[in-house]
């Protein structure tokens, strides 16, 4: 069965500062990686996604992940944080079965 | 964009209550899947169908029951709502790996 880890808690940021949210994922085959984005008392909205290809993707918002098969992780990055993006951000690891393996989360502060 | 809908938005119910938390999507989607989320937690799977008739229950235990009817209509009941039901619950729909989730139903039960 796959799982994700992500390390970091709790990560503060000042604005305009560059942001890196780490994941690491466990899996047999290739995965299926996705990052996902809560803010308070919504759903989830979909970020970015690695299927295959090219192992750096860009997403929505500014926000791109690389895929490293040897570390196993998929890590997001945005080079300039705006106050908009303090949020909860989830990655999770997909199988050939459509479910879906979730973090518990990095809540991410932006700091004026 | 995604069109998927949970009602109701907040849910404060006292124990013993039957209740049905709705969740509807418009894509024609054939998977659609139920989470539970406690704060600061990860997302647990507690339900998923793959079509119309069929339904599984997730990696989480979970005293709900679910049906699907129709592709577009994915309802989750407690018969009887304890203290321990209360939570945030996520629906959920895809056509493939890639899944839209709706606004969540945050349930609290007294």
């Known amino acids: 069965a796959q799982s994700v880890t992500q390390p970091d808690i709790h990560i503060t940021v000042s604005e305009g500062a560059s942001l890196e949210l780490r994941c690491n994922y466990s899996?047999?085959?290739?995965?299926?990686l996705f990052w996902y984005v809560q803010s308070p008392g919504q759903g989830l909205q979909l970020l970015l996604k690695?299927?295959?290809?090219?192992?750096l993707v860009q997403g929505i918002k500014g926000f791109e992940a690389e895929f490293k098969r040897s570390q196993s992780s998929f890590n997001l990055r945005k080079p300039s944080v705006h106050w908009s993006d303090a949020a909860e951000y989830f990655c999770?690891?997909?199988?050939?079965?459509?479910?879906?393996?979730f973090g518990a989360g990095t809540t991410v502060t932006v700091r004026a | 964009e995604a069109d998927i809908y949970q009602t109701p938005r907040y849910l404060v119910i006292g124990t013993g209550k039957k209740i049905t938390l709705e969740c509807s999507q418009t894509m024609g989607h054939d998977k659609m899947y139920w989470y539970q989320q406690d704060p600061g937690m990860e997302l647990h799977l507690i339900h998923y169908s793959y079509g119309v008739n069929s339904t599984e229950k997730g990696d989480l235990s979970s005293e709900s029951t679910v049906s699907r009817i129709r592709t577009e209509h994915f309802p989750l009941t407690l018969e009887s709502a304890r203290p321990s039901h209360t939570s945030q619950y996520l629906c959920a729909s895809s056509a493939s790996s890639e899944q839209f989730f709706g606004p969540g139903t945050r349930l609290t039960v007294l």
């Open positions: 690695y299927f295959s290809g090219d192992t």
């Open positions: 999770a690891v997909g199988a050939h079965d459509y479910k879906l393996s």
């Open positions: 899996y047999g085959a290739t995965p299926y």
